[in-house]
């Protein structure tokens, strides 16, 4: 049995396995420019963010009605709950498919009609996290977010994700304003490519509290000592980092310091169909390459929990915790 955790930091859209990108396609009538799901694998090979984006961004041609969007978080939480992922906060980008002519109504629904059934069908509770395209303008997010309004029962937060140097989170501000007069919550992607002066927009000007990422914040102690003094949860993804080349090599993920610096460090997948394995695989890639012993794991699982966006349920997050204490590592 996996270790029992919160995943944080996923994006549905970056779950599209190519098997089911195929048979989406296929399903819709579509044609990709890819002889098979092999060849499609093959061009997953990233420079940097932008250079992953493009396919990311090309691939979602797939996603097109309510039943494409639920058989895509179906097909996530099958894979999540053998993972050991108990909680999932989901973002989605709504902009990406509008652009292309879908009601933001049918993806919204379609998610919603997955995730509601996960908690029987995978043992998982969920949450829908509304991301703004940072490359795209800050009328556009606000324009997003007025389409989004008949369906906010459905979303918990609003995040910010994307192409992020040159995109600062102040580009945001009023349309972070509106959410949390709804009583939404906020994150945003914020030191991922960008730097730790991004992080400290998304804190004091955006309001979140989650920074997703955050892997460049070790290079400004002043930035630690207020993440740390406020307890503020960073949401890492170490496959990734390194399938996006922000860091060489899985041994030089900053990990085991930022927790060392008192840092609360959580650990997920982020595009996981694309960049090589699911919150279980993090975790595994993370203990083998910085020798995390059995506690510090059990500690990252810990934090996950702390972390999620469960103040409206504590006692879920209370059973959660005790699942996590009560593990025993084989
Ligand atoms: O890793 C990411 N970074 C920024 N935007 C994204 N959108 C999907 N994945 C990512
Ligand atoms: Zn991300």
Redesign the pocket.
């Known amino acids: 049995m996996p270790l029992p955790k919160a995943e944080l ?3 549905i859209e ?1 779950t599209l396995e190519p098997e089911l990108a195929f048979a989406l396609a296929a399903r819709g009538g579509i044609s990709l420019p890819y002889a098979d799901a092999d060849e499609l694998r093959r061009a997953y090979s990233f420079t940097d963010l932008q250079s992953f984006l493009d396919l990311y961004y090309a691939l979602m041609a797939v996603l097109r009605t309510e039943d494409d969007f639920a058989d895509l978080a179906d097909a996530y939480l099958e894979r999540a709950a053998e993972q050991g992922v108990r909680h999932a906060e989901i ?1 989605f980008d709504p902009q990406a498919h509008t652009a292309r002519g879908v009601d933001i109504g049918t993806v919204i629904e379609g998610l919603s009609r997955a995730l509601d059934a996960g908690r029987e069908r995978h043992g998982i509770s969920t949450q829908l996290i509304m991301c703004f395209l940072r490359d795209e303008s800050a009328q556009s997010a606000l324009d997003t977010f007025e389409a989004a309004k008949p369906y906010l029962s459905r979303i918990s937060a609003v995040g910010l ?1 994307s192409a992020e140097v040159g995109n600062p989170p102040s580009k945001f501000r009023e349309v972070y304003e509106r959410a949390a007069a709804e009583g939404l919550r906020r994150v945003a ?1 914020a030191g ?1 490519e960008g730097p730790p002066a991004y992080i400290w927009e998304a804190l004091d000007v955006l309001g979140v509290e989650r920074v ?2 955050g892997l460049r914040s070790l290079e400004d102690p002043e930035l630690v000592a207020r993440l740390v003094r406020d307890r503020i949860p960073l ?1 890492l ?1 170490p496959l ?1 980092n390194v399938r996006l080349r922000c860091i060489d090599r899985i041994e030089d993920h900053p990990l085991r310091a930022m927790l060392d610096a008192g840092l609360l460090a959580t650990v997920n997948s ?2 996981p169909a694309y960049f090589g394995g699911y919150a279980g695989d993090n975790y595994d890639a993370v203990r083998a390459a910085l020798g995390l012993d059995d506690e510090t794991l059990r500690g990252l699982a810990r934090n996950s929990f702390e972390a999620a966006f469960l103040d409206g349920d504590e006692a879920l997050r209370a059973r959660y915790l005790a699942e996590v204490e009560a593990y025993v590592f084989d």
């Open positions: 930091h996923l994006h970056g973002f994700d992607h991922e997703d990422h949401t993804c990734s982020d595009d």
